[in-house]
């Protein structure tokens, strides 16, 4: 007995819902999923950026907390930023500037060869040059610092990271860096952070620009 015409229009409508029903759940699962993952990278994001206002001198102070960007078994280099915006300038035109202090930390179980110690950062294909880094050795490395177990070395330097640096990182996804002959290339997340924390410090500094007289 063939199905009436009815019946199998109804079968139809049955199967044709179904299939839209579980494509909206597996949609749904997904944004849900998406949505979860940005709110984890928005939540390491302000783990890791400071922000904070001194309601006496106006100045707001963006800092990124230490992060290793070099992690090998005998040699370990973290990278720290801190930038003050709202600073009394003496010209107009130094108001459009900013100035992120970078402090680099080294730590190895034997003398590091840096070679011509020129510090240079590709970003997304860009090159950006430090130029030569002044190198400081610490020796009291081991007796009033914390160092990683077996490493008896620490260095430390400073470079500047201005505007243009800053809105170079701001857009950045893949970041390669090379200190003399040392090369590597900075992981994802990292490249994310020093991205959200250049993005930070540029809001911030045209919020306290336009809030100064």
Do not use: W
């Amino acid at each position: 007995m063939r199905p009436r015409p009815v019946l199998r229009c109804g079968l139809l409508l049955f199967i044709a819902g179904s299939a839209f029903f579980v494509a909206g759940q597996e949609r749904r699962r997904e944004e849900k999923g998406d949505a979860q993952a940005a709110d984890s990278k928005s939540l390491a994001a302000s783990d890791q950026i400071e922000v904070k206002e001194d309601r006496f001198s106006g100045v707001t102070t963006v800092k990124l907390k230490p992060q290793v960007i070099l992690d090998k078994p005998d040699h370990r280099l973290t990278i720290e930023v801190t930038a003050k915006l709202g600073e009394k300038k003496i010209y107009d035109h130094q108001k459009d500037e900013i100035r992120a202090i970078v402090n680099f930390e080294s730590q190895s179980k034997t003398p590091v060869n840096y070679g011509d110690r020129e510090f240079h950062f590709m970003v997304d294909g860009a090159p950006l040059n430090l130029g030569k880094v002044d190198i400081e050795v610490d020796p009291y490395a081991g007796r009033y610092n914390k160092l990683q177990p077996g490493f008896k070395i620490r260095e430390t330097f400073l470079k500047i990271f201005d505007r243009s640096a800053l809105e170079l990182f701001s857009k950045a996804n893949r970041v390669e860096t090379r200190l003399g002959p040392i090369e590597f290339v900075l992981d994802q997340s990292l490249s994310a952070l020093l991205r959200e924390y250049s993005n930070r410090v540029l809001a911030q500094h045209k919020i306290v620009k336009e809030r100064k007289p």
